[in-house]
């Protein structure tokens, strides 16, 4: 992965010359901004407001200072990432013994055949070369779905130069430039405001807080204010939603928030899987074993056989590579292959093979809420009209249904004497949205909440002669906080307001009652409408207050004629105050599923959000990933105050972590992973990739994921969906089952091949293979069973036990226990078949035994299928890649015995009728054996099961 280099130092300064304004700008930490007022910035900054730099001196200062753009490293070339795929012990002991065969290859000059002098090491580079192409592309392919995830084109920047505003490439934009933003544009830079207009922007990717935030000229912070709290500031990264502002550019490139976070991005040093780990301290101990097993047949070769060094010489490394075994990698990589395309066919784009088997080692999900838990729109959750509660359900193609609280559904009517109908037509106060093209309702979250709710039911109010059409906005502003709309209908002239529940209630004089009349709100109704709005508060829910005006309030004439502040004396004043809404971004209805299921697999989850710890909490506890007797929320700021041994301390019972910043997510992960755990962090932001870096398996959204966070992770969601990292985990586990039922497979094979050639020289005979007989064996018959291994089908649900323990080895003690028994039962059979046909022929006995030692591991492999079940069991035609890998082995294991071009190659004679016969029911004996053990431990079972009925 490729790490952000350190913050460039700016140019040298000539001797004499003034400081550098961005190095001035360095020197102030960009938290002292807040703490000024515009004019001072400024002045600091040597700008001007009202003409900003001159064309002369931009220039000057982005070459002195740099382009305002994120350092990033190369990407790795095409060359090296091909280089990478041989960099593996048991890889590159396989190319070292294909280099050996290679030169006795060469020194065996007395045979003409161009195969049968490199054969060996054509079959080695075949594998190398497989193993390499496969890793290699897999990569590419992801890096190519990656890219087109990316947005294309530089994002532009309108910047003041000399008195006249001009659009200019962000990367352009320098310290002490005045900037312009309007709703929809990207901010370029770090940017102290000084002039805004109803200027609301989303900091959601840079500080995880899922509401829009809005933004003020005035007022002076202290520089210990949060990042997410910095109301006269905006960020390079972030998006306005909303008005317009003009803002003094304080920090280019790298000295934005957005570059600390990259460069403590490029901090993070990537880390080995679990497989990877296993499989290198594995294929190390396998290396070296077979080494030591070749220097061992050669020199009891040499003590007791009469035949060539160079032979000799040529059957030890055969027998090292034959125990290694060199189709480990291939199949390895095959197998992760078919995994990641299963995973992308579940919307995981996997970037690296080896993230497919990790999420199956995950035991902790630290997640982000909004739009991986939940769906990332507002919507309206509660409500609350003339003293009735409802809930508000999603409905049908996004709209909504409204439901009273223990009576179900209910339809709101436009007859005028309806709260539910007047509550319905106060919806229309959303001027900040709008209905797209494809029927999707886009624009403010909150506007859009309350415009989803009208458009839900604009057919029945239309039906009902209630055709709105607008006459008049007034906008949102921060004295009123409250927006208002005037609307036409056959109802005559009406205003309809929403706001914050204060500003609203303050402007109420009347409620809405039983029968949408309006009826004075008395204390007693102000208070429990007050205890309502605290109510839903803590449950996590963003209150807003619904009001019309007065009847007859206003005329037609007036509504488009009155100046704004007469108009809002008469429309805004001793209004209807029509109800309560409750406004949160829903869960997604198959996260509550996906959940509990990563329960009972012993996976964790821990939520983290932006948001106010309370919002989190009311989120967790719908989803249960928090209850009555366990879990606990902690912030940020809370995590700032903890050591190392305290946070450790804690986080056993962490779930919900709130108001998180970059740094305090990335201490999260190391805490989790000290004590051992393996962490899948999930994220979209900016303020994300750090963490998703440093996690076992960081996982990045798709759709609305930034490319700094695509970058850093392992897994790239395609629809932003926790249910999708569950599926994943589950797809992990299968792809590490199987992997370990080959590599139990082949052990068990190899261990047979290797013990019964050691057998043969210990005892003095001639070899009772040639090298190219174990190659074969161990490519061919070996191989192929085992590839089809790795597609075995699920036979338990891989999600109702717990993970593997994150220190676990490849192999467990049982497991080696088995594989051995079968190696030294395979062994027997191939030293039997040799010794009784050796008094025939030594063509006939080595033919004979490389027929068992080849055909045997095919029978073996439906043994492999479950070391608990018998094949009858599991289905025996429930693996049909395995019975075909099983036909072709055998018939190319004809080809080469009974082909008499092969014949040569491979040192073969055909065997007789009688001698096949008998040597195919030796190899059966194999499997018979496996169905004889699973047989007993069956009955075995069944005794004790009335004993220990969870037994088994």
Same mark, same amino acid.
């Given at each position: 992965?490729?790490?952000?280099?350190?913050?460039?130092?700016?140019?040298?300064?000539?001797?004499?010359?003034?400081?550098?304004?961005?190095?001035?700008?360095?020197?102030?930490?960009?938290?002292? #901004?807040?703490?000024?007022?515009?004019?001072?910035?400024?002045? =600091?900054?040597?700008?001007?407001?009202?003409?900003?730099?001159?064309?002369?001196?931009?220039?000057?200062?982005?070459?002195?200072?740099?382009?305002?753009?994120?350092?990033?490293?190369?990407?790795?070339?095409?060359?090296?990432?091909?280089?990478?795929?041989?960099?593996?012990?048991?890889?590159?002991?396989?190319?070292?013994?294909?280099?050996?065969?290679?030169?006795?290859?060469?020194?065996?000059?007395?045979?003409?055949? $161009?195969?049968?002098?490199?054969?060996?090491?054509?079959?080695?580079?075949?594998?190398? +070369?497989?193993?390499?192409?496969?890793?290699?592309? @897999?990569?590419?392919?992801?890096?190519?779905?990656?890219?087109?995830?990316? @947005?294309?084109?530089?994002?532009?920047?309108?910047?003041?130069?000399?008195?006249?505003?001009?659009?200019?490439?962000?990367?352009?934009?320098?310290?002490?430039?005045?900037?312009?933003?309007?709703?929809?544009?990207? +901010?370029?830079?770090?940017?102290?405001?000084?002039?805004?207009?109803?200027?609301?922007?989303?900091?959601?990717?840079?500080?995880?807080?899922?509401?829009?935030?809005?933004?003020? %000229?005035?007022?002076?912070?202290?520089?210990?204010?949060?990042?997410?709290?910095?109301?006269?500031?905006?960020?390079?990264?972030?998006?306005?939603?909303?008005?317009?502002?003009?803002?003094?550019?304080?920090?280019?490139?790298?000295?934005? %928030?957005?570059?600390?976070?990259?460069?403590?991005?490029?901090?993070?040093?990537?880390?080995?899987?679990?497989?990877?780990?296993?499989?290198?301290?594995?294929?190390?101990?396998?290396?070296?074993?077979?080494?030591?097993?070749?220097?061992?047949?050669?020199?009891?070769?040499?003590?007791?056989?009469?035949?060539?060094?160079? $032979?000799?010489?040529?059957?030890?490394?055969?027998?090292?590579?034959?125990?290694?075994?060199?189709?480990?990698?291939? +199949?390895?990589?095959?197998?992760?292959?078919?995994?990641?395309?299963?995973?992308? =066919?579940?919307?995981?784009?996997?970037?690296?093979?080896? /993230?497919?088997?990790?999420?199956?080692?995950?035991?902790?999900?630290?997640?982000?809420?909004?739009?991986?838990?939940?769906?990332?729109?507002?919507?309206?959750?509660?409500? %609350?009209?003339?003293?009735?509660?409802?809930?508000?359900?999603?409905?049908?193609?996004?709209?909504?249904? !409204?439901?009273?609280?223990?009576?179900?559904?209910?339809?709101?009517?436009?007859?005028?004497?309806?709260?539910?109908?007047?509550?319905?037509?106060?919806?229309?106060?959303?001027?900040?949205?709008?209905?797209?093209?494809?029927?999707?309702?886009?624009?403010?979250?909150?506007?859009? /909440?309350?415009?989803?709710?009208?458009?839900?039911?604009? %057919?029945?109010?239309?039906?009902?002669?209630?055709?709105?059409?607008?006459?008049?906005?007034?906008?949102?502003? &921060?004295?009123?906080?409250?927006?208002?709309?005037?609307?036409?209908?056959?109802?005559?002239?009406?205003?309809?307001?929403?706001?914050?529940?204060?500003?609203?209630?303050?402007?109420?004089?009347?409620?809405?009652?039983?029968?949408?009349?309006? &009826?004075?709100?008395?204390?007693?109704?102000?208070?429990?409408?007050?205890?309502?709005?605290?109510?839903?508060?803590?449950?996590?829910?963003?209150?807003?207050?619904? /009001?019309?005006?007065?009847?007859?309030?206003?005329?037609?004439?007036?509504?488009?004629?009155?100046?704004?502040?007469?108009?809002?004396?008469?429309?805004?004043?001793?209004?209807?105050?029509?109800?309560?809404?409750?406004?949160?971004?829903?869960?997604?209805?198959?996260?509550?599923?996906?959940?509990?299921?990563?329960?009972?697999?012993?996976?964790?989850?821990?939520?983290?959000?932006?948001?106010?710890?309370?919002?989190?909490?009311?989120?967790?506890?719908?989803?249960?990933?928090?209850?009555?007797?366990?879990?606990?929320?902690?912030?940020?700021?809370?995590?700032?105050?903890?050591?190392?041994?305290?946070?450790?301390?804690?986080?056993?019972?962490?779930?919900?972590?709130?108001?998180?910043?970059?740094?305090?997510?990335? =201490?999260?992960?190391?805490?989790?992973?000290?004590?051992?755990?393996?962490?899948?962090?999930?994220?979209?932001?900016?303020?994300?990739?750090?963490?998703?870096?440093?996690?076992?398996?960081?996982?990045?959204?798709?759709?609305?994921?930034?490319?700094?966070?695509?970058?850093?992770?392992?897994?790239?969601?395609?629809?932003?969906?926790?249910?999708?990292?569950?599926?994943?985990?589950?797809?992990?586990?299968?792809?590490?089952?199987?992997?370990?039922?080959?590599?139990?497979?082949?052990?068990?094979?190899?261990?047979?091949?290797?013990?019964?050639?050691?057998?043969?020289?210990?005892?003095?005979?001639?070899?009772?293979?040639?090298?190219?007989?174990?190659?074969?064996?161990?490519?061919?018959?070996?191989?192929?069973?085992?590839?089809?291994?790795?597609?075995?089908?699920?036979?338990?649900?891989?999600?109702?036990?717990?993970?593997?323990?994150?220190?676990?080895?490849?192999?467990?003690?049982?497991?080696?226990?088995?594989?051995?028994?079968?190696?030294? !039962?395979?062994?027997?059979?191939?030293?039997?078949?040799?010794?009784?046909?050796?008094?025939?022929?030594?063509?006939?006995?080595?033919?004979?035994?490389?027929?068992?030692?080849?055909?045997?591991?095919?029978?073996?492999?439906?043994?492999?299928?479950?070391?608990?079940?018998?094949?009858?069991?599991?289905?025996? #035609?429930?693996?049909?890649?395995?019975?075909?890998? $099983?036909?072709?082995?055998?018939?190319? @294991?004809?080809?080469?015995?009974?082909?008499?071009?092969?014949?040569?190659?491979?040192?073969?004679?055909?065997?007789?009728?009688?001698?096949?016969?008998?040597?195919?029911?030796?190899?059966?004996?194999? #499997?018979?054996?496996?169905?004889?053990?699973?047989?007993?431990?069956?009955?075995?079972?069944?005794?004790? @099961?009335?004993?220990?009925?969870?037994?088994?």
């Amino acid at each position: 992965m490729a790490t952000t280099p350190s913050i460039p130092s700016p140019l040298p300064e000539r001797a004499g010359a003034p400081i550098s304004v961005h190095a001035r700008a360095h020197s102030e930490r960009v938290s002292d #901004w807040i703490a000024l007022d515009p004019e001072e910035v400024a002045k =600091r900054l040597d700008t001007d407001l009202g003409r900003g730099l001159s064309p002369s001196e931009a220039e000057r200062r982005r070459a002195r200072d740099g382009a305002n753009e994120l350092a990033e490293k190369p990407p790795p070339s095409a060359l090296w990432q091909l280089l990478e795929q041989f960099g593996d012990v048991t890889v590159i002991a396989l190319i070292v013994a294909a280099l050996v065969a290679v030169a006795l290859g060469w020194r065996d000059k007395a045979s003409e055949s $161009f195969l049968h002098r490199f054969g060996d090491a054509i079959a080695i580079g075949i594998i190398v +070369v497989v193993n390499a192409a496969v890793g290699f592309a @897999q990569q590419r392919k992801a890096e190519q779905a990656l890219r087109a995830l990316r @947005q294309l084109g530089a994002p532009a920047a309108r910047v003041l130069r000399a008195g006249a505003m001009q659009r200019v490439p962000a990367h352009s934009l320098v310290v002490g430039d005045v900037i312009e933003i309007a709703e929809g544009d990207r +901010v370029p830079a770090d940017a102290r405001l000084f002039e805004t207009s109803d200027t609301v922007v989303d900091e959601s990717a840079l500080t995880g807080e899922s509401v829009p935030v809005d933004k003020l %000229e005035a007022g002076l912070l202290a520089p210990s204010t949060p990042l997410a709290e910095r109301a006269n500031m905006v960020f390079y990264g972030s998006h306005v939603v909303r008005g317009r502002a003009r803002a003094l550019v304080v920090a280019t490139g790298m000295r934005t %928030e957005l570059g600390q976070i990259a460069q403590l991005l490029g901090s993070v040093e990537a880390q080995e899987t679990p497989l990877q780990r296993a499989l290198r301290i594995f294929g190390t101990k396998v290396v070296i074993g077979s080494a030591l097993l070749g220097v061992l047949v050669f020199v009891v070769g040499s003590l007791r056989l009469d035949a060539p060094i160079g $032979f000799l010489l040529l059957t030890a490394v055969s027998l090292a590579v034959a125990a290694i075994p060199e189709g480990l990698p291939a +199949v390895t990589t095959i197998v992760l292959a078919l995994g990641v395309q299963r995973m992308a =066919r579940q919307n995981a784009l996997i970037r690296r093979l080896s /993230a497919v088997e990790t999420l199956g080692a995950a035991d902790v999900i630290c997640t982000d809420k909004t739009g991986t838990l939940t769906e990332n729109r507002m919507v309206i959750r509660r409500a %609350e009209v003339a003293g009735r509660s409802l809930e508000v359900e999603l409905g049908d193609q996004g709209g909504v249904v !409204l439901a009273e609280l223990g009576r179900g559904p209910v339809t709101p009517a436009f007859s005028g004497d309806d709260p539910l109908g007047e509550l319905v037509l106060s919806c229309v106060a959303a001027p900040g949205a709008r209905v797209a093209d494809d029927g999707s309702i886009r624009g403010d979250p909150t506007d859009a /909440a309350l415009l989803r709710v009208w458009h839900s039911h604009r %057919e029945a109010a239309a039906c009902a002669g209630c055709t709105l059409e607008t006459l008049r906005v007034v906008p949102f502003d &921060r004295e009123r906080k409250l927006v208002t709309v005037v609307t036409s209908s056959e109802r005559g002239v009406e205003s309809h307001s929403h706001g914050a529940p204060e500003a609203v209630l303050g402007r109420s004089s009347w409620v809405l009652g039983e029968h949408a009349e309006a &009826r004075p709100l008395d204390d007693e109704t102000r208070a429990s409408l007050i205890r309502r709005v605290e109510e839903w508060a803590s449950l996590g829910l963003r209150v807003i207050a619904v /009001a019309r005006a007065r009847a007859a309030a206003v005329s037609l004439e007036e509504a488009t004629l009155l100046e704004r502040a007469a108009l809002l004396e008469r429309v805004e004043h001793e209004m209807v105050l029509v109800g309560l809404l409750g406004i949160a971004d829903p869960p997604r209805a198959e996260v509550a599923v996906a959940l509990s299921k990563a329960r009972d697999a012993g996976v964790r989850t821990i939520m983290i959000t932006g948001d106010h710890p309370l919002t989190g909490e009311a989120i967790a506890r719908e989803l249960g990933i928090m209850n009555a007797s366990e879990g606990d929320v902690i912030t940020g700021p809370e995590i700032d105050t903890l050591d190392a041994a305290e946070l450790s301390a804690k986080i056993e019972g962490i779930r919900v972590v709130a108001r998180a910043t970059a740094a305090n997510k990335l =201490r999260l992960i190391e805490a989790l992973k000290a004590r051992g755990h393996v962490v899948a962090m999930t994220g979209d932001g900016v303020n994300d990739a750090p963490a998703i870096k440093a996690a076992d398996i960081g996982v990045a959204m798709g759709r609305g994921g930034t490319d700094v966070t695509r970058e850093a992770a392992d897994m790239v969601l395609l629809d932003d969906n926790y249910a999708t990292i569950v599926g994943a985990i589950e797809q992990g586990r299968i792809v590490y089952g199987n992997i370990k039922r080959f590599i139990v497979f082949l052990f068990s094979v190899n261990a047979g091949l290797v013990l019964a050639v050691l057998a043969a020289a210990v005892l003095g005979w001639p070899p009772i293979l040639t090298p190219t007989q174990i190659l074969w064996i161990n490519l061919i018959t070996n191989g192929l069973p085992a590839l089809a291994l790795g597609m075995e089908p699920v036979h338990l649900d891989p999600m109702k036990h717990p993970p593997r323990a994150k220190g676990e080895g490849l192999l467990s003690g049982s497991e080696l226990w088995w594989l051995s028994s079968y190696g030294v !039962l395979i062994a027997v059979l191939g030293v039997a078949t040799f010794a009784s046909f050796h008094g025939q022929s030594l063509a006939l006995a080595q033919s004979a035994t490389f027929t068992v030692l080849a055909i045997g591991p095919l029978f073996h492999a439906l043994n492999a299928r479950s070391r608990r079940d018998s094949v009858f069991v599991l289905g025996f #035609w429930s693996n049909s890649r395995l019975l075909g890998a $099983f036909a072709v082995a055998l018939a190319l @294991q004809a080809v080469a015995l009974y082909v008499p071009v092969l014949g040569k190659v491979f040192s073969t004679t055909p065997l007789p009728p009688a001698t096949l016969v008998a040597v195919l029911l030796a190899c059966a004996t194999v #499997w018979l054996a496996g169905e004889l053990e699973k047989g007993i431990r069956a009955l075995a079972r069944r005794s004790t @099961q009335p004993l220990h009925p969870a037994g088994g």
